[in-house]
């Protein structure tokens, strides 16, 4: 599948349809501040068909589950299912990969194992020293979670296609990473970047960017971890000052405003020197659920901009 195949009309965009990613494009729904809290990453090898929920529809055995759910719960860490694009429903040739990513400032790592069935996952998560080894190449992972939300189907899986001729080795398919409005989402790993509506006319030079150290900010949903105000304010210091770099812009301190809770002023390492971010958190009521399978509306939450500067002595 090329790039090129993919210019036809999108099955998302089916106007007899409702489809949150659609819904979302239509009211300019705002992506930002919105990546998930995960300080760190379980992915495992599952060719699925994947459940609603990735855990509890893997078919794992209690213990299994159990251990993993411990591993995520001590580690700060989101579990993912992956599967490589053409091995939807079926192994791969040597399948039974897992990896552990860290996402977390200062410490952005990737190892990855292997064992011969998920029986043998409690006791690789126990010694991660010995089951996995370190890697340095980045992980591309796409949202493709069709039973969680149609859109992420529909939209995630020609950009998994697309990335997959150029770079098979990094591009893995996965479950649910939240935000299916903003599909397709892409998770550029170790350093836990959420991109939302990634076209896939874009998705190799969205890696090639990333490979080089750098990322499209009007794509850019936040970094996993941080908390949303932060996400809010390096959203609008990458625009004010044309940041691309992955790596800037990190947070060095948090202070809410003591009179109105709203209102976060968050500083950043600036390219010169610190910046003090301020920000107010609105929410934004929709006409429209914000899911396919939402059933009723509900209101999503932004950033304001209340002043951008350096930081006074």
Known sequence: MTAESLTRQDPADDPTQFRCSAAARERDDPLFASAPPARRWLLVEHPGPWGFQALGGAGFSAPVVEAIDEFCRTHEARFQLIRRTAARGAPTEAGGRFAVVDSRIGHESVRWGRVDSPEALPNALADLEASTTPSDDPVYLVCAHGRHDACCAMRGRPVAAVLATEFADRTWETTHTGGDRFAANVVLLPHGLILGRVPATDAVRVAERYDAGEVDPTMVRGRA???????????????????????????????????????????????????????????IPSATPLTCNAGRNASMRTYDLVSLGPTRP
């Open 225 to 283: 971890g941080l908390a949303p105000a932060v996400q809010g304010a390096q959203h609008h210091a990458r625009l004010a000052l044309s940041e691309h770099r992955v790596a800037a812009l990190a947070p060095l301190e948090v202070t809410p405003d003591p009179t109105e809770p709203a209102v976060v002023t968050v500083r950043l390492a600036g390219p010169e020197g610190p910046l003090d971010v301020t920000v107010r958190e609105r929410w």
